[in-house]
């Protein structure tokens, strides 16, 4: 067995866990839509259906998810790095990222928020709680409507197909994609 080594806390070390890179988009109630963009997303919940997303407390969009009580997570494909690297560079105060993005906002059908009509995969969500972590706030969010583009969903049109969607994932404070399947935990018994 190999020997352990003791280091010291870092940022690179905080993340060893491979995590789907969300585009989050919302909107004020008198404020024009906004993203920004999350490495820390995960699964909070199955019933509800809830998603997790830190934030930092000053951010601008969590000030609109706040105020508007939704949001949308938008999963990007791998081939959206540069777009998505770029709504997370520049804050929604001083900038439409919809626009100046290219991007489009696709009418939700639950929430106020619009969703990003270029990402695969959209979780339309209601703000269900938010918990003060530390330095970040957790966002939780109850899941109330799924948009998945139709080239990426299985033969029976009713889920996704992990093998026609590559998303954007965070490891390491990179951007990658995923690799292989090795099959699900239920076969791997």
């Known amino acids: 067995m190999p020997e352990k080594k003791a280091v010291p806390w870092s940022y690179a070390n905080l993340w060893p866990f491979p995590v789907t890179t969300v585009m989050v988009s919302c909107m004020g109630k008198e404020r024009p839509p906004n993203i920004i963009t999350i490495a820390a997303c995960g699964i909070a919940s199955a019933s509800p259906p809830l998603l997790s997303l830190a934030f930092a407390p000053t951010q601008y969009s969590l000030e609109l998810m706040k105020e508007m009580g939704d949001f949308v997570v938008n999963i990007p494909s791998a081939e959206q790095a540069t777009i998505t690297d770029w709504c997370g560079s520049v804050s929604g105060r001083n900038v439409d990222?919809?626009?100046e993005g290219g991007l489009t906002p696709g009418k939700s059908l639950k929430v106020q928020s619009p969703y990003i009509a270029e990402c695969p995969v959209n979780f339309e969500c209601t703000l269900w709680q938010i918990v003060r972590c530390g330095i970040h706030d957790l966002v939780l969010g109850e899941i109330v409507q799924v948009h998945i583009d139709e080239d990426k969903l299985a033969p029976?049109?009713?889920?996704?197909?992990?093998?026609?969607?590559?998303?954007?994932?965070?490891?390491?404070m990179e951007y990658w994609d995923i690799g292989h399947a090795f099959g699900g935990w239920q076969k791997m018994k």
């Open 156 to 172: 029976s049109g009713d889920r996704l197909d992990p093998t026609r969607l590559s998303p954007l994932i965070s490891y390491q």
């Open 97 to 99: 990222k919809f626009t």
